[in-house]
């Protein structure tokens, strides 16, 4: 789905859209400040399939933790984590098997066994590039730092969790020491507003795309057959067992 900015004009103070800052010293040189929001601030959560709603409350969670960036680490234990860490966690305690550590093999997992849609050329969220967008995809990123013998040279990796219902503006999922939620700088585990970066910004948008593997296959509820008059028992059960199973 794209992103509608009609609602720009109900543009709110930063300071009541919703954002919960946190600030907590963990070291004596690192400090974790993140936003949270409900997952009911989100404008198309209730509609997610409730894999997708188990990943976001998950996601939402871990930004209650303060926990700061922190360059290797994937484990809340050790007070903070890196983007690729904080990717890997959640999509673990959401379910999903075999997730790659670095947002590299990240990448490469996704593409090979997923859908990944290249966005590189793309200005703007409003794009038609960005018409297949769900929450629960991965965003991906190139140039945020400096890599070696990785083709192509992805960098970071976030999730996409919605559109916030007060604005409408997207948001994301991640950690990061420098990007922001409602203009504050951020430093941690946190949601994100989701920018392109302009032409000009060394670090590039290059993909997105759906979880790989069964995660994200929903199931379709089988129609009724032509003529059906609610009496088939049959196929009354089976509809009932696909969908409360």
């Not at 559109?163 to 409602?182: E, V």
């Not at 993909?207 to 196929?235: C, H, K, L, M, T």
Request: aromatic share 10%; glycine share 10%.
């Amino acid at each position: 789905m794209g992103i509608p900015w009609g609602m720009k004009g109900v543009l709110q103070p930063a300071c009541v859209i919703g954002l919960i800052l946190l600030a907590l010293p963990l070291r004596a040189n690192d400090s974790a400040v993140v936003a949270t929001i409900r997952p009911t601030d989100l404008l198309e959560f209730a509609s997610q399939p409730p894999q997708i709603q188990f990943l976001i409350e998950k996601a939402l969670e871990l930004t209650q933790e303060n926990l700061y960036y922190r360059f290797g680490s994937n484990s809340p234990r050790l007070g903070g984590m890196d983007c690729s860490g904080a990717i890997q966690y959640t999509l673990i305690q959401a379910g999903v098997s075999e997730v790659p550590r670095s947002s590299h093999k990240i990448y490469q997992w996704a593409n090979d066994n997923g859908s990944l849609i290249s966005t590189r050329g793309a200005g703007s969220l409003d794009d038609p590039i960005f018409d297949q967008l769900k929450p629960g995809d991965l965003l991906f990123w190139e140039g945020t730092y400096a890599v070696k013998e990785r083709n192509p040279p992805i960098s970071h990796v976030m999730i996409y969790l919605g559109r916030h219902k007060l604005d409408g503006l997207p948001i994301m999922f991640g950690s990061s020491d420098g990007r922001h939620y409602r203009r504050q700088r951020i430093n941690g585990v946190s949601v994100f507003d989701w920018k392109i970066p302009r032409p000009q910004d060394r670090s590039k948008f290059v993909a997105y795309g759906p979880i790989p593997g069964p995660f994200n296959v929903q199931d379709e509820v089988p129609s009724a057959p032509s003529g059906w008059d609610g009496r088939d028992e049959g196929f009354l059960r089976a509809l009932l067992k696909r969908v409360f199973r």
